[in-house]
């Protein structure tokens, strides 16, 4: 039994409970490409606050400059720090070769640019301590450079996450996507989680973020959030970030999306399983943000059309697989995109993705019919539409414009209604020859109040709770549609 190694499993029930761990080691890995003038502080912000069982792994991206040389003289100054020099692959490979030299129990990833707050491996090793989780998430302050300038701090998310350790699923559908960001530095992971699932990095592609932290976060048993600003992000002129996009990123972008939907398809892939609808509304956002970065690039317009492609070619089979009730809109959606090209690209896409002119427009016509069908069946449940009910719509914007629009296409009609609005003064104006109130007067002089802003709409349900008697009841219109509208198609 002498020097045998008796691991806690090992033990006796009795001694093994009261057993508490009192040290967890961290592997914090920082890719490192043409930094020297950020690289210093970085590594120093880490290395004044470790223990000797942490470690920092420097993977040198094929730099040009004197960072090599940097990482060179703190490896040979610093037993725990372990540096590792490769060509210049981009910086989903380096971080890959650093998960998998990891040897602590938690990883954390770094950018050389950027650097820790004095608190961050205290409270990370506190946290973990206190109960160990697969992924612990944090915050991030700001720091800009330069010319750039930041409108607010969405890695402050004090405001909206609460602490509660939950599966990683029902934070994505609890906290998406307000609480959701794609920044894999801001976490500390279990080593052993995420290679035990392979969750790895992207390998040479920009946005390489976005695969591993929803893969990250979706797998994962346990996650928890706290809302310490452990992270010090530098925002900068000309780095990966803040730089012009151009037809590589796009592409690169490309890529990344038909990988989450892949992996999106194949992890709900089971018969009667359902994609969670945030997960949905996730796939979606990926794709406005592909038209949204497809409208930056100049150049290289033949080559963007194939990209455009690959991209609603895979998004029409995404959408397919899980898609019932949304079906129609989204090719709608898809189908006005592409209407609205120029007449080369329009015919390229036509011809690439639906296979010509005649089944695009067949396709385009019956999700039309079917689309008009759904809307108004959707409407006619309002109570606007019920007998001796009075009806208030709050708000006289544009959707209500296009709501009352659709209702007259379709010969549907309110018995009784009237107009609310904020800022209005009451009985000063009408609307479509309906009295305006400000919502403050309303009173119990209607039934229910229907919310027809989407951008608007819980502030203003938030108000209309405010000042409305609580027997009025307020019915969000996009709710109730199950996802917003598209007008376009419909009036």
């Not at 590792?84 to 989903?92: I, Y």
């Not at 609480?179 to 080593?191: D, E, F, L, R, T």
């Not at 730089?243 to 009667?272: C, H, L, T």
Request: charged share 25%; hydrophobic share 40%; net charge negative.
């Amino acid at each position: 039994m002498d020097n045998q190694i008796i691991s806690t499993g090992d033990l006796h029930p009795k001694w093994s409970s009261t057993m508490k761990k009192t040290k967890t080691s961290l592997s914090i890995i920082i890719p490192v490409y043409n930094v020297e003038r950020y690289l210093q502080q970085c590594i120093d912000s880490v290395l004044e606050q470790i223990d000797k069982e942490d470690e920092i792994i420097l993977v040198n991206d094929g730099s040009t400059d004197r960072s090599r040389e940097i990482c060179l003289l703190y490896e040979t100054e610093h037993e725990n720090i372990m540096f590792l020099d490769r060509g210049h692959f981009g910086p989903g490979i380096t971080r890959n070769i650093g998960l998998r030299k990891a040897s602590g129990e938690h990883v954390v990833f770094l950018d050389a640019d950027d650097f820790w707050a004095p608190n961050a491996a205290t409270t990370i090793k506190n946290e973990i301590l206190k109960k160990d989780v697969d992924v612990l998430f944090f915050d991030a302050e700001i720091i800009c450079e330069g010319n750039i300038k930041f409108a607010g701090n969405p890695y402050d998310r004090a405001a909206v996450i609460s602490g509660e350790t939950i599966s990683g699923l029902q934070f994505f559908e609890k906290y998406y996507p307000k609480g959701y960001i794609s920044q894999a530095c801001m976490a500390v992971y279990n080593k052993n989680y995420l290679l035990n699932h392979h969750i790895f990095f992207q390998e040479g592609v920009y946005y390489e973020d976005n695969i591993f932290c929803f893969c990250a976060m979706i797998n994962a048993e346990k996650v928890r959030h706290i809302p310490d600003k452990l992270y010090q992000r530098r925002v900068r002129d000309n780095s990966i970030t803040t730089s012009d996009i151009d037809f590589r990123r796009v592409s690169d972008y490309a890529k990344v999306v038909i990988e989450i939907w892949s992996y999106i398809r194949q992890r709900w892939d089971m018969p009667g399983t359902r994609i969670p609808i945030k997960v949905i509304a996730y796939a979606d956002e990926l794709l406005d943000i592909f038209f949204i970065k497809c409208r930056q690039v100049t150049e290289e317009k033949s080559m963007l059309w194939q990209v455009k492609t690959q991209v609603f070619t895979e998004y029409l089979l995404f959408i397919n697989q899980y898609e019932e009730k949304r079906l129609e809109r989204k090719l709608l959606t898809l189908g006005f995109y592409i209407k609205a090209r120029p007449l080369m690209e329009k015919q390229y896409l036509i011809k690439e993705v639906f296979g010509g002119p005649e089944g695009f427009e067949k396709l385009i016509y019956s999700c039309l019919a079917n689309y008009q069908a759904r809307i108004k069946e959707r409407l006619l449940k309002l109570p606007m539409f019920r007998t001796n009910c009075r009806v208030g719509i709050y708000g006289l914007g544009n959707q209500t414009e296009h709501l009352m629009l659709f209702c007259e296409k379709v010969g549907i009609a309110a018995e009784y209604i009237i107009f609310i609005d904020s800022y209005k003064k009451s009985d000063e104006e009408t609307y479509r020859g309906h009295t305006v109130k400000n919502i403050r007067d309303v009173g119990n002089s209607v039934d229910a109040v229907i919310i027809s802003s989407s951008l608007y709409g819980e502030e203003m349900n938030r108000t209309a709770q405010e000042f409305l008697p609580s027997s009025v009841k307020t019915i969000l219109l996009y709710e109730e549609c199950e996802d917003e509208i598209l007008w376009e198609a419909l009036i």
